[in-house]
């Protein structure tokens, strides 16, 4: 599924986040950035012992990323210049305050790309895996933010791009995004 909204293409595939040729990829981090399975390890695993490097400097520096924020190092090996890693909340029932750190994990990313000049950007489907938040809510909190942020800052990026890694959780993020859309 492909829309524009203003200057930006808000698209959203199936795939591999690791081998998208965005100019920034995000990463489903911890607060440590100690790197991890999933979405992390594949990144860490693509892009090689750089990425892990400049994540310990960065926890060396400010302590790691608290959840609902993001931070940016380099691309590594990988096709994209640069990773910012994301870190969303782990799902405790939906009452610690889940749905608001989701959609802060996605405005800060978005934020730290902006400030960057980056113009395009990778997205995979945070928190929905090791972190257990329920996949349909998710969805809804990432394209709600998304399109907002989008409706404010309509010149910023060239293209937002999901990449799900299963059909289902593709088709949650389009039923999502169509539901804003009003259709
Ligand atoms: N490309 C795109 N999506 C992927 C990939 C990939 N290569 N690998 C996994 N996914 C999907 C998962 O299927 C899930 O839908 O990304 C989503 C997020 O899952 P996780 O990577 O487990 O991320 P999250 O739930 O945010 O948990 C973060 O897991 O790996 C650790 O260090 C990480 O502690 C952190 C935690």
């Not at 909340?89 to 750190?101: A, H, I, K, Q, T």
Request: glycine share 12%.
């Amino acid at each position: 599924m492909e829309i524009t909204l203003g200057q930006t293409k808000l698209v959203l595939i199936q795939g591999d986040i690791t081998v998208q040729d965005t100019e920034a990829i995000v990463n489903a981090a911890n607060e440590g950035l100690r790197g991890g399975g999933g979405v992390d390890g594949a990144i860490h695993r693509a892009g090689g012992p750089t990425i892990a490097e400049e994540c310990r400097r960065i926890r060396e520096e400010r302590g790691g990323c608290p959840t609902g924020q993001a931070v940016l190092t380099s691309g590594g090996q990988l096709k994209a210049r640069y990773v910012i890693h994301a870190v969303g909340p782990v799902w405790s029932g939906g009452s610690r305050g889940e749905d608001e750190l989701l959609a802060s994990a996605y405005r800060s990313s978005l934020e730290l790309a902006r400030e960057h000049g980056i113009k395009s950007i990778a997205f995979p489907s945070l928190s929905t895996g090791a972190y257990r938040f329920p996949v349909d809510r998710a969805a809804r909190i990432a394209m709600r933010t998304v399109v907002e942020y989008l409706e404010s800052h309509p010149d910023t990026f060239t293209e937002i791009r999901f990449v799900l890694f299963s059909e289902p959780v593709l088709k949650s993020y389009e039923e999502a995004l169509n539901e804003i859309l009003g259709k």
